[in-house]
């Protein structure tokens, strides 16, 4: 074991998020060590909570309040105003955008250090448990070889070596060295119960934190479409749009604080743990685990002994004294007793494998191993998983104030909607510089007057015994038709007369009635040439 070796140092933000007030719910200041067991400790971390919640209601407050001072001032705004209200919304909006693209970027970074440290726990967790898994395997499968076969081997030798005593006397040595390693192997701690903690807590944290970081990435991508869906109401003048999105933002805005509560205590209790998490390691391991045991896993320095060197020395010590009994007996009883050989040889390797058991077992009880699981789980956590906590901390701020300042563009912006539109509608509609009459006629030129070549004659239809009046010559001044075309504009108005007299055409003929109309016109045009000649 190299002298030279890497202690677990906190880092400073778990020092100063540890020095937070610690306050619970009756306002009365606690000890600041990590007791999650404690109902004042809890209180504590809910306090924060509830600090957050101060926060969210005081944010509500003053936009209600804002909202209040905009709604009854209804002053008429001049042109001239109407210009830096509509900058003012949208740098407003510019500004919600930035501070949400770094408040998301914050948070991608946040969530993923979280997940980060987190794995590194459960990583680290998972290789602890299976040390203790290959130590208790180890341990169990030595065991049961000395009882069961052993036994087994010594039993047949001792009825083939029934005549020789002194062989007698060697396998019952060779019995009380099996029952010396089975003594000391019970002698090591049992290491089942810590084991399946060890699994139990790194399946339960596995599940917890990958339902943390799909919560936390659903929220960011929320946040992210909001202030995009907003901003496209603004550039749209969209209303229901800017309605749906000044929803979404109160509630998006719940949500940040909500977050940022949570993000709170979770970072002040972790930090608490990471100030000193052998204190509460070795008060949750008490009588599970000596105390000494405990010590030399969580420092591993040279100055510690190891408290397993000595049962693992007998160990050693009396598989040693049973493979040299072993190699007596084939030398010398063998050529007496041919048929005692196979139970000899299946001794040797019963011993052989109890031997590289040995090894194994000294390599994994050793502190490097489960010392190094230890400070990858305590760098996971209060390094990557504080850290990335912060960051959370401080997307939850950024969000709530991207979405307070969007919360304030959005009704400047429907004010200046609405008053565009009672502009538009104080314009008279026969203003031809109404912006609505030049769309309006944009989409529907004029259509040039052309002369139909069905007469006003043809609505008459087949009804030939109709003949519509001659047009009379008027003999009125000059002055009177002067007056006439001033009245109507130049251009004759048909609005109040009928069908039949404007000319119309009909909707529909067929050759016959094309045949009559054509009649009818010839039949006309020679009535009204003999009234001219006359």
Not at 260 to 274: I, K, N
């Amino acid at each position: 074991m190299s002298s030279a070796r890497v202690d677990y140092i906190a880092p400073w933000w778990t020092y100063w998020l540890h020095s937070f007030p610690h306050i619970n719910l009756r306002l009365q200041p606690i000890d600041n060590s990590f007791q999650p067991e404690e109902e004042n400790y809890q209180q504590s971390l809910i306090f924060l909570g509830c600090v957050a919640a101060a926060g969210l209601g005081l944010n509500l407050l003053c936009l209600a309040i804002y909202l209040s001072c905009l709604c009854c001032c209804h002053k008429d705004e001049e042109e001239e105003s109407k210009k830096p209200n509509s900058c003012c919304v949208t740098w407003s909006a510019v500004a919600a955008g930035l501070i949400t693209c770094i408040a998301v970027g914050v948070g991608f970074y946040g969530n993923s250090e979280t997940n980060d440290g987190v794995y590194q726990l459960t990583y680290s967790l998972y290789n602890a448990n299976h040390t203790l898994g290959g130590v208790d395997s180890l341990v169990t499968g030595t065991m049961g070889g000395m009882r069961s076969g052993l036994h087994q081997h010594l039993a047949r030798l001792d009825e083939i070596f029934a005549t020789r005593g002194d062989y007698v006397q060697t396998l019952q040595f060779m019995q009380q060295m099996a029952d010396n390693v089975i003594k000391q192997l019970l002698g090591l701690p049992d290491w089942d119960e810590a084991k399946v903690d060890l699994a139990s807590v790194a399946d339960q944290t596995a599940s917890i934190e990958y339902y943390r970081w799909l919560t936390y990435l659903l929220l960011l991508i929320l946040d992210l479409i909001i202030c995009l869906l907003a901003c496209l109401g603004l550039a749209k003048q969209s209303r229901w749009l800017l309605t749906t999105m000044m929803v979404c933002g109160v509630l998006t805005l719940v949500l940040s604080w909500t977050s940022l509560g949570a993000d709170l205590a979770t970072a002040v209790g972790t930090s608490d743990f990471c100030v000193s998490p052998d204190k509460y390691i070795m008060s949750q391991t008490k009588g599970i685990i000596g105390a000494d045991i405990l010590h030399y896993y969580l420092y591993c320095n040279q100055t510690l002994s190891n408290p397993f060197q000595q049962p693992l020395t007998i160990f050693q010590r009396s598989l040693t004294t049973m493979q040299i009994q072993i190699q007596s007996l084939l030398q010398f009883a063998v050529p007496l007793f041919p048929s005692a050989e196979r139970d000899l040889l299946g001794i040797q390797r019963l011993l052989n494998s109890s031997e590289a058991s040995l090894h194994q077992l000294t390599a994994l009880l050793d502190c490097r191993g489960l010392n190094k699981d230890y400070l990858d789980a305590m760098v996971g956590v209060c390094y990557d998983g504080v850290e990335g906590v912060l960051y959370l901390c401080l997307f939850s701020l950024l969000a709530a104030c991207s979405f307070t300042v969007m919360l304030c563009a959005i009704p400047r912006a429907w004010r200046q909607i609405a008053s565009r539109d009672r502009d538009y509608d104080d314009i008279d509609e026969e203003d031809p510089f109404n912006p609505r009459v030049r769309r309006i006629g944009s989409q529907n030129p004029p259509h040039v007057n052309m002369h139909s070549f069905c007469s006003y004659s043809s609505s008459m239809g087949s009804q030939s015994s109709l003949h519509p009046p001659a047009p009379a010559v008027s003999n009125a001044p000059m002055s009177e038709y002067m007056n006439h075309t001033a009245l109507f504009g130049g251009n004759p108005r048909y609005e109040n007369v009928p069908l039949i007299g404007r000319g119309s055409p009909p909707p529909s003929y067929s050759p016959s009635m094309r045949a009559t109309y054509l009649s009818m016109t010839e039949e006309q045009s020679r009535h009204f040439g003999n009234d001219f000649q006359a």
